[in-house]
């Protein structure tokens, strides 16, 4: 469908002021919290099912803690009741403690030490720090400690610390490595992303479950990204971004006092409920479960997941490369211009309230059902930034829209209700789009009707009563237009022309044309008993009507012009007008139009004319009423005026001649049974014959 220059201005216009808000709205952050939402909805319902045998949790839960209480031993508990479990799990893979031990227990150091040769006896135990923000020198053993513990590696943390917490020295010499454990939530307070690398006076740190892959020397550097099997992980402004299996427990769940009770089992060469084998090649998670330990955080899946939660779905996505892949947002921001160009072009496109509902809804699913199957397939696109794009697109192109609509109705009321019946109108109102600026090729009927001897008459009335009777006489044959469904083209002295087939095309126009012409000539008689004393002869109108192609449109000039037609078919339908001068007849048709009732109305043929300044001739009828109001002495008159003219055509001159005056002495002021007759007799008195004699010629318009 062609888009008209106003449209391209405005779809312009539009799409860069609704791109332009909804960019200042994805960058200033005002959708992040609409978007985090969106976020865990989309995690919820769409995350990958998962249940890792590779990796449990060990739960020091509120069981374990009464548990333990019922034997006199009280949270905070000593040192000593972690050594057995971490003893237990030496055949594990990697046990992260999830526990600061920052300070001596309050026990004495021994308690200190039974923990840290358990630590190291299992060898493979790895215990978290703290970064703080703090500025707080480290000291030489602080610094010792962190140049072991950092990556060498050309990276650029986006977050920087100043200070740490670390465990105490009976326990940080015999752990396998250590990383930070400091993991800010979102602004909703939500865990949806963890920082794999920080700094520290110029140092990076690893984090948490990052130091197992460095201490294993799995990871890889290249142009300041990390890879873990030579798989990028895709870690944006120093974060990675994490995929929560959607199912509740996608880890084993162990309670403390379980491994305890299994511990001591075994040392009572006692079968215990959990052997020691079941770890064997596990990565194990000790971390604090009870309520009022504090360490309970929302992810997108649950409102309150432990923070071991956090660090093992970590573990488990860097481990089984199980990545969601965050789009750029350069890439957002080209989807978001995108649409907003594209809305308002579609909306522009058609004033139709329900269909451009309907491309609203499909575009609001597209974006929907985009964004979830790529979600599926663990690749992330904002859904609120293309969404609120997409709405202030719609609102602002349909503001613009219905006030441009506005517009179009109020023009297409105010030109065409003046001339043209209410339904076609409506219609119009429905369908601004058949109007077109300029004009084009449509086959249309088209209706002159001029009063008779006009000039005559108004020579007899004051010019008052002359004005009056023509609005009269003009106004009544508007209304009977109107009401047939034409459009009156314009007023021409005391000529009225008109058309049908446009701005609307029907397959009655030429029915609708013949019933106006008819409901004219009786219109009159009861002007004429208003306007014209008894004995003065009465007003007439003669009409012609022509179907066939002409230019419609609005033409004119920018300043001024009008809703017409022109062309050969509107000068041939002005010429048969005057045709009936002729055949001193009242309404003539030509027989394209005649040919298009379908025989519904009653007509005699004249003949094939040809007009002054055309050299087609052109085959016509006078009409004289409805098919089924034919009376049988109009129906018998018409079979003689036929036969008659067959004769004619046939060159039996006498046998015409006596039909065509016998039709006279029945109607005596019958113009064609008199031209017919006249020519009759001078082809009976030697009047030599033509090429063409048979065709009509017309020397006046």
Known sequence: MPVHKRNIKGICVLGCASFAISLLLFLSGALRGFEYKAFDLLSRYLNPQRLSEHICIIQVDQRSIDALSTQGITWPWPRQVYAPVIDYLSEAEAVF?????????????????????????????????????????????????????????????????????????????????????????????????????????????????????????????????????????????????????????????????????????????????????????????????????FDLKPTPISPTAPGTIVHATAFENIRHTHFIVPAYNLFIVLIMALIGALIPYAVLQRHSLSINLCIFSLSIGAILLTTALLFRLSIYIQIIPLIASLILSFIMASLYSYAIEGRERLFIKRTFSQYMDNKVVEYLLKNPAIIKPGGQKQEITVFFAD????????????????????????????????????????????????????????????????????????????????????????????????????????????????????????????????VNKFFKTKIIVSEETIRKTNNNFMARELGLIEVKGKTIPVRIFELIGEAHEASPEQKDFLLHYHSGLSLYREKRWQEAHDIFEELIQHVPDDGPSQFYKAQCEDYLSGMPLTENWTIVKMKEK
């Open 97 to 293: 403690v999830d526990i600061l031990f920052t300070e001596e227990s309050s026990y004495g150091k021994d308690d200190d030490s039974l923990l840290g040769d358990s630590i190291q006896r299992a060898g493979n135990v790895y215990l978290p720090i703290f970064l703080s923000k703090e500025h707080k020198p480290l000291t030489e053993a602080d610094a010792q400690f962190v140049d072991r513990i950092a990556i060498k590696a050309p990276l650029s943390p986006s977050l920087s610390y100043h200070s740490m917490l670390t465990p105490i020295g009976a326990l940080r010499n015999h752990a396998q490595s250590f990383g930070n454990v400091t993991i800010l939530p979102d602004e909703d307070g939500v865990y949806r992303r963890m920082p794999l690398v920080f700094a520290l006076n110029h140092r990076i740190v690893p984090s948490f479950v990052l130091s197992y892959f460095a201490h294993k020397r799995l990871l890889t550097f290249k142009k300041n990204a990390l890879y873990i099997d030579s798989t990028s992980i895709p870690v944006i402004n120093g974060t990675l971004l994490l995929q929560y299996p959607s199912n509740k427990n996608p880890f084993s769940l162990i309670s403390f006092v379980d491994i305890l009770n299994a511990y001591i089992d075994e040392n009572k060469k006692r079968p215990p409920s959990i052997p020691k084998t079941f770890f064997k090649g596990k990565v194990v998670f000790i971390g604090l479960t009870a309520a009022g330990l």
């Open 451 to 578: 009063i008779a001897g006009f000039t005559t008459i108004s020579e007899r009335y004051a010019p008052e009563d002359t004005a009056l009777m023509l609005h009269r006489i003009l106004n009544e044959l508007t209304e009977i237009v109107i009401q047939h469904f034409g459009v009156v083209d314009k007023y021409i002295g005391d000529c009225i022309m008109a058309f049908w087939g446009a701005p609307v095309k029907t397959q009655a126009d030429e029915s609708h044309a013949c019933r106006a012409a008819l409901a004219c000539i009786k219109r009159l008689q009861d002007i004429h008993k208003q306007f014209l004393p008894p004995g003065i002869e009465e007003i007439a109108i003669r009409i012609g009507m022509h179907t066939g192609e002409a230019i419609v449109g609005n033409i004119g000039s920018d300043r001024l012009f009008n809703y017409t037609v022109i062309g050969d078919t509107v000068n041939l339908a002005s010429r048969l007008e005057s």
